[in-house]
């Protein structure tokens, strides 16, 4: 049988988007594990984003995301967005599971706790949303779930403390947002981000952690999939760089690739600092990036999305700004070419370290305890420019008699689910 049709499915999630139980309610989230900085006083997290898993097994990303957390050994692992595909050749509901399940695998066998944010892929899945898409991941011990705002579309919002070394007192914090998805009509495309809801949920949650904290802001990095327009922020125009819509850029006198000590470091990188043509920026501004201006709290962001993009700097209000390479994924081949014609190799993770004693009671030098860099694919695999997953020549396909009794049986869960039924 061939794919089944996604127009009814679009149908069924319209209708179930018209169920206004889910608005503003709040995840619940799991048992999560205690996460602090360890007893050098360092915290590591890994940030792998744009994997687009399917239901096919993508051997070569399974290798690489295990070794890497092996040598690299992070403390928590953040997926960043477009984790999966969103669409499957056979039944949704196991597609999307069979691709969180393998997607997770390296980073369950080595029980290292993980998050995520959704993309604008993860969005698409349809008929199985992302509350259910929820449950998945948070069926795994090592899970921490979003804990934050939510909606019906809106599902990776949260917070997540880290303590200090001596597991005492709560003193980094990791906001997820969930930043949309892209719509596109013949008239145009429009890029979300996040939305005026979700600020405000930030905004309280900060008043919340500050008050907590005696009075004083606690120091923060986020992680969202869509990165919004104050991403310029880190480029001039020029018109020998790299085009980005209608106009071309070079990164700022003074901005690179990593961020090493507080301070733009190209030794961070094998990749030229560029903003290449598949860096899509939000086309909607509610103020993100303005709110965290004025909370003072977060020192520094990363996004995913763009693919074959790879770099970190720091704007003018002193927040690392930062954007990670596709791991790569379904029929995703992450290349550019650089000024001398030659094609490079662009799919790899980011590393990100705090420093416990860097971190300081003031606002203004907390940066100072970030240091970030990349780690790519083609440290471990040497010919993977030439490779790239593919999808099996056989698949166990369903009729369409089992394929509705699948998806209608997960909708059942979808439904207990929002409802609060055991």
């Not at 921490?144 to 914090?173: A, H, V």
């Not at 094998?270 to 303005?290: A, F, I, P, R, V």
């Not at 927040?319 to 994924?329: C, D, E, M, P, Q």
Request: proline share 2%; glycine share 8%.
């Amino acid at each position: 049988m061939k794919k089944s049709n996604r127009i009814p499915a679009l149908i069924l999630t319209l209708i179930m988007t018209f169920n206004v139980l889910c608005v503003g309610a709040y995840a619940k989230g799991n048992n999560q594990p205690t996460l602090k900085f360890d007893e050098n006083g360092n915290f590591r997290i890994m940030h792998i984003t744009d994997t687009h898993f399917t239901d096919f097994p993508f051997t070569e990303m399974i290798d690489f995301i295990g070794e890497a957390i092996d040598d690299y050994e992070p403390d928590l692992v953040v997926f960043g967005g477009d984790n999966i595909k969103g669409w499957f050749d056979t039944s949704v509901q196991l597609g999307t599971k069979a691709a969180i399940d393998q997607l997770v695998a390296p980073v369950v066998e080595r029980n290292v706790p993980f998050t995520f944010v959704y993309g604008n892929h993860d969005w698409e899945t349809y008929l199985c949303p992302k509350l259910l898409q929820n449950s998945y991941y948070g069926a795994y011990d090592n899970c921490i779930l979003p804990n934050g705002y939510s909606s019906i579309l809106r599902r990776s919002n949260g917070n997540i403390l880290i303590k200090d070394s001596k597991g005492e007192n709560d003193i980094f914090n990791i906001w997820l947002f969930d930043s949309g998805t892209k719509i596109k009509s013949d008239k145009k495309t429009t890029i979300q981000c996040v939305n005026s809801a979700e600020i405000k949920w930030y905004e309280k949650k900060c008043a919340e952690l500050k008050e907590a904290n005696g009075g004083k802001v606690i120091p923060s990095i986020a992680f969202q999939h869509l990165g919004f327009e104050e991403v310029r922020k880190l480029f001039v125009e020029d018109e020998n760089g790299f085009k980005s819509g209608d106009k071309t850029y070079v990164l700022k006198s003074g901005f690179t690739d990593g961020i090493k000590d507080g301070v733009a470091g190209v030794e961070n990188t094998k990749m030229t600092s560029h903003l290449s043509k598949s860096c899509e920026l939000s086309t909607e501004n509610d103020g993100q990036y303005d709110a965290f201006v004025r909370q003072g709290d977060v020192i520094g962001m990363f996004f995913g999305h763009t693919h074959a993009n790879d770099f970190c700097g720091i704007t003018e209000d002193n927040i690392a700004l930062g954007v990670t390479l596709s791991a790569g994924g379904f029929n995703i081949l992450s290349r550019y070419t650089d000024a001398e014609g030659n094609q490079v190799e662009a799919r790899g993770l980011r590393i990100i370290d705090i420093n416990e004693d860097a971190l300081t009671d003031g606002d203004d030098n907390n940066l100072e305890a970030l240091s970030t860099f990349s780690v790519y694919l083609s440290d471990y695999f040497e010919d993977s420019i030439e490779q790239y997953p593919k999808k099996f020549s056989e698949h166990d396909w369903h009729s369409f008699f089992e394929w509705f009794e699948i998806e209608f049986t997960y909708l059942g869960e979808y439904f207990k689910l929002i409802l609060n039924i055991d």
